[in-house]
């Protein structure tokens, strides 16, 4: 079972930008194709980038060109680089693996942007 903890949210203006970090128990980390997910206020949890082992990148229409997703393998962390946030933005991060596993659900991180 991989153990998943998000890091690095906060409160961020518009235009502004957040990193965040997910530290991943397991030596097979490197292994598995990893996601980022949000779930906004009132809205389903939903998939916003993906890496996969050999760090092939995704991202959902609505953050391509705004975010970048990246992976050390060798820290067996993940993060997630944004930029040009927006206040629609506004969600709890999730990482998991893809498709994720619902054992490993961690308690996200809070990113909120506003003026």
């Known amino acids: 079972q991989v153990q998943l903890v998000e890091s690095g949210g906060g409160l961020v203006q518009p235009g502004g930008s957040l990193r965040l970090s997910c530290a991943a128990s397991?030596?097979?980390?490197?292994?598995?194709?990893m996601g980022w997910y949000r779930q906004g206020p009132g809205k389903q949890r939903e998939l916003v980038a993906r890496i996969t082992s050999e760090h092939m990148t995704k991202y959902s229409d609505s953050v391509k060109g705004r975010f970048t997703i990246s992976r050390d393998n060798v820290k067996n962390t993940m993060y997630l680089q944004m930029n040009s946030l927006k206040p629609e933005d506004t969600a709890v991060y999730y990482c998991n693996l893809d498709p994720p596993r619902s054992a490993s659900w961690g308690q996200g991180t809070q990113v909120t942007v506003s003026s």
């Open positions: 397991g030596s097979i980390f490197r292994l598995y194709t």
